[in-house]
């Protein structure tokens, strides 16, 4: 038996809502919906976690240098 299977999940036990006229399902229909500050937002951190990565790859190199 696997630890999932002792847990009964829902949409209700999750406290997600389902939409009227919607058919009744165990999991959630909708996806978060990605927007344009979304993807900006994500693009400037993946930028600084790139700088970051740099710097260190950086202070390595001098650090290590033979």
Known sequence: MRAYELFEFS?????????KGLPNTDYPIRKPVLTLRHLNRLKHIRNNQNK???????????????
Not at 11 to 19: E, Q, R, S, W
Not at 52 to 66: I, P, S
């Open 52 to 66: 970051a990565r740099k710097a260190k790859m950086d202070l390595v190199a001098t650090m290590y240098a033979g």
């Open 11 to 19: 949409a209700k036990n999750l406290g997600l809502v389902i939409p």
